[in-house]
């Protein structure tokens, strides 16, 4: 009688033909003192810490590499001016600052990012192709959250030209508000953000977010002036007193993202285990049809929700949402701590 044979497949092998059952094996272990755990080794809730290193690129005015497990972004910010005299439908801001509602950074385009998913960076990039639709809801949903965000404010972009005031030389009181008053934009700052992504291993929307966030608040700008003779923007070379100055950041966003992933492949609402996946890797996000990203600022002490994106599956509901919105605020807090 022949021996019986038995087919013995390693964990890289049971992943690869079964991905699904294979997470699931993880997450609900036949022995129940083993503690639910993914593949990757984290816990349902528990996020990849954030690696950040600023001033990475030398002919940026502000870059950053940011890194969460093998999720490799680095993202670079170049200003280039834009003339008052090139922007169709141009209105002057008010003495004031403000612009009668008008707003500039969204309306003249002074905010442009962009996402490059390189080649290499994951198996299903592949050279010379037109970019991904990933690639272009990246860009899109950057965009969106650049502006509604308002972590920047124009004043920073703005580019005066300050007239002399001419007459016997003499300081009058009053002739400091009177300079102020007379001063005119002549052109803006435009923010070129690019985003490339050296390796991809899932959640790419945070990490975009906190490299662009990084390299924000590495960013700094050369004095521009307005030359009335060549009737052109200058930037003065830095000196002791004409530093670059860096851009003012408002707050702190920071986004966080989380998978669902159930029991059964096509689970029903209401049916079935799920559990609850911050930061999802490639793996995990292939094999979930809902995904929430929550966009959390804790400066002032006390988490606000600025953001909220949920797409596909019906198990995310407000009392999941309140959950989520504590594990946000610990993200926050690592992100910062990082930062630091």
Known sequence: MAASSSLTLSSATFAKL????????NLQPSDSSTPSARTNGRQPRQARPYGVNTSSLSHAHGSAVVRSGDTTVICGVRGETLLTSQIPNFRAPQADGSTSGNDELRDYDLLVPNVELATGC?????????PTTLAQTLSTR?????????????????????????????????????????????????????????????NPFD???AAILAALRDTKLPRAYWDVDREMVLCSRPTQSTKAAPLRIGGLPVACTAAVFTAKERQKKGGGHYWILVDPDRLEESLCNETVTMVVDNTEGETKILAISKNGGTVVGPALMKEFAAVSGARWEEFRAVLQ
């Not at 079964?18 to 094996?25: G, I, N, R, T």
């Open 18 to 25: 079964s991905p699904h059952p294979f997470l699931l094996a």
């Open 122 to 130: 994951a198996p299903n990039f592949l050279p010379g192709v037109p």
């Open 142 to 202: 950057l965009f969106s959250l650049l502006h509604s965000s308002k972590i920047l404010s124009a004043e920073d972009l703005r580019i005066y030209h300050k007239p002399e005031i001419r007459g016997d030389g003499e300081v009058r009181e009053g002739d400091d508000e009177m300079h102020e008053a007379m001063k005119e934009v002549k052109a803006y700052w435009v923010l070129y953000i690019d985003v490339l992504f050296i390796s991809f291993d899932g």
């Open 207 to 209: 990490v975009a977010w």
